[in-house]
């Protein structure tokens, strides 16, 4: 069992950034690949980035490539996203998740509201 918290979503401005962070307590969270996933009102749940256990490979969505970047600590049993250049349609409630291999996410936080306004 892995619990998850996320932390650091908020109000910002178009072309802002923000800095989400989630910390991971129960079972080795070095052993875990990790990933955040957004959902807008209204809409499906979509991945957005995801790290394997190492951090080494990370992998994005089409829509935040080059503008969000995650990154993990598992000294500290943390795993980051950076967001940059926020668009106002990047606002969802994102959820930071884990698993055995990326893809195979099956733990999940409560979310983190990110609002980008215009």
């Known amino acids: 069992q892995v619990q998850l918290v996320e932390s650091g979503g908020g109000l910002v401005q178009a072309g802002g950034s923000l800095r989400l962070s989630c910390a991971a307590s129960?079972?080795?969270?070095?052993?875990?690949?990790m990933g955040w996933f957004r959902q807008a009102p209204g809409k499906e749940r979509e991945f957005v980035a995801a790290?394997?256990?190492?951090?080494?490979?990370?992998f994005y969505a089409d829509s935040v490539k080059g503008r969000f970047t995650i990154s993990r600590d598992n000294a500290k049993n943390t795993v980051d996203l950076q967001m940059n250049s926020l668009k106002p349609e990047d606002t969802a409630l994102y959820y930071c998740?884990?698993?055995?291999?990326?893809?195979?996410?099956?733990?999940w936080g409560q979310g983190t509201q990110v609002t980008v306004s215009s």
């Open positions: 129960g079972r080795t969270f070095s052993a875990s690949a």
């Open positions: 790290a394997n256990w190492r951090g080494r490979s990370t």
């Open positions: 998740s884990a698993g055995d291999t990326v893809g195979d996410f099956v733990f």
